[in-house]
């Protein structure tokens, strides 16, 4: 069974930092594109930012480029998400998805994809 798990949710003030991290089990995910998706109150889920199979190749919605960095380790199946320079606008439930979604930047609900369960993220103003 394969499971997602975030961590690394918190609140934190206008300018901080904070590390997610997404361990995934049950499974071999070297193969696929790993993802982030953020979903705030009332709005729809988006894209925050990606990495390819191997790692060499990352990918941003430009709310957050130059702010956040995302990376991965096969060996712990693991994807981060490194996010600087928060602002309230970042305020969101984080996702980590293995599959379609995170290789095309899309938050359509693709048919083999995963989704972890979320992780709270809230920037004070």
């Known amino acids: 069974q394969v499971q997602l798990v975030e961590s690394g949710g918190g609140l934190v003030q206008t300018g901080g930092s904070l590390r997610l991290s997404c361990a995934a089990s049950?499974?071999?995910?070297?193969?696929?594109?790993m993802g982030w998706f953020r979903q705030a109150p009332g709005k729809e889920r988006e894209f925050v930012a990606g990495?390819?199979?191997?790692?060499?190749?990352?990918y941003y919605a430009d709310s957050v480029k130059g702010r956040f960095t995302i990376s991965r380790d096969n060996a712990k199946n693991t994807v981060y998400l490194q996010m600087n320079s928060l602002n309230p606008e970042d305020t969101a439930v984080y996702y980590c998805n293995v599959g379609r979604a995170a290789a095309t930047g899309s938050a359509a609900k693709y048919e083999y994809d995963y989704w972890g369960q979320g992780t709270q993220v809230t920037v004070s103003s």
């Open positions: 049950g499974g071999t995910f070297s193969s696929y594109a």
């Open positions: 990495v390819s199979w191997s790692g060499s190749s990352t």
